[in-house]
């Protein structure tokens, strides 16, 4: 296994960003750059040995700062949408950041994807990776409390793509952080994700007004087109559903182990991709506003030309009680596990 740490041009702010690539010996390779702690390039072998870049990613970090699409970012404080950019806290109401239809989306207007995080390099037995951490103060976009977040990327020889997520804060404050990494397990900039076959292990999701924020109701998605309890190709029933998935999918139990979420596998390449979690929810996100209008390298990027899963608590929890709580006090830990499990299946495989 190898890991290798280069620069990666300038920030905004004129200061050194690294890249960092990950890689083992069955051919596969995952990059990450400090900026935004961002999950770059990730690249796969087909069946047949042949390995293609599966996420979106661009060329230079000017293109990440104009092509603004959280592609691979780390998301927080506050991963999807806050209603109206407000909550209220023991008592007291807060105003954050809108960025987003009136509302909080993704941490704000200067949210994680943003900030140049610090970044260390690791070799240990079976696994390379990476560390990033930061500090965002309190007040910033608005949120309580001063949080101290890492964000552990590993690889191992098993395939498996590890993302941790650790915070500790100083007053009370929500948080709900998570990875946007877009997928094209064909190869990205291939096409559109609609033959992908994918299975939810999430029986219920929350249904959403026209921008996106959950209407609070808990909906059963069996006979519906949010079904995704049996494999099936996510193009089946798109068309049902007004300008493709963005939904929040809630897990079949409500504890925090760690467990398969999701399965998503394309039929031409081989290649599949577990998402195992311990959240209690994942979003799909089926690049509804792609558009074929971003590229890198002469990649376009079509509509519907990757999809996300994005593990977390639900949108808006902060402000509906029912909701899984969200809210971090001092003396806890934030402590989330995301795994990425690839592998090549055959022709035959369903």
């Known amino acids: 296994m190898t890991l290798k740490k280069e620069p990666f041009g300038k920030s905004p702010q004129g200061k050194g960003i690294d890249r960092y ?7 596969l390779s995952a990059s990450v750059m400090s900026l935004g702690a961002t999950l770059m390039t990730v690249v796969m072998p087909d069946r047949s040995g042949s390995p ?7 060329d230079t970090p000017e293109e990440y700062e104009k092509k603004h699409i959280y592609a691979g970012s780390t998301v927080g404080r506050f991963a999807n949408r806050i209603g109206h950019g407000s909550f209220s806290l023991d008592g007291k109401k807060y105003t954050l950041a809108c960025n987003d239809h009136g509302n909080h989306l993704h941490g704000g207007i200067v949210g994680f994807d943003r900030v140049l995080w610090k970044a260390e390099g690791f070799e240990e037995p079976g696994r390379v990776g990476v560390r990033m951490s930061s500090t965002s103060r309190d007040g910033e976009e608005g949120y ?12 191992t020889e098993e395939n498996e793509l590890g993302i941790e997520y650790d915070a500790v804060t100083d007053a ?3 948080v709900n952080l998570t990875n946007h990494a877009y997928w094209n397990l064909a190869g990205a900039g291939s096409g559109t994700v609609e033959a992908h076959v994918l299975q939810l292990a999430c029986p219920r999701y929350l249904p959403g ?7 609070g109701e808990v909906r059963s998605v069996a006979g519906t087109a949010m079904d995704f309890t049996a494999p099936k190709p996510i193009g089946r029933d798109i068309a049902q559903v007004q300008g493709g998935y963005d939904h929040c999918y809630i897990r079949g139990e409500t504890g925090r182990a760690l467990e398969c979420i999701a399965t998503a596998s394309d039929h031409g390449s081989g290649r599949r991709m577990e998402v195992w979690t311990t959240m209690p929810a994942i979003h799909l996100y089926t690049g509804n506003f792609l558009g074929g209008t971003l590229s890198s390298s002469g990649r376009p ?5 990757a999809f996300c899963l994005e593990t977390e608590f639900y949108p808006d929890c902060v402000n509906h009680p029912d909701f899984p709580s969200c809210i971090l006090r001092p003396g806890q830990s934030y402590h989330h596990v995301t795994r990425h499990v690839f592998s090549v299946v055959s022709p035959e495989s369903p």
């Open 172 to 174: 009370p404050t929500p």
């Open 21 to 27: 690539t990950l890689a083992n010996s069955r051919g």
């Open 144 to 155: 309580p409390g001063t949080l101290r977040v890492t964000v552990t990327f590993s690889l």
């Open 209 to 215: 007004t026209d921008v996106g924020m959950p209407t």
């Open 52 to 58: 293609s870049p599966v996420t979106i990613a661009f």
């Open 301 to 305: 990027y079509p509509k519907h030309g």
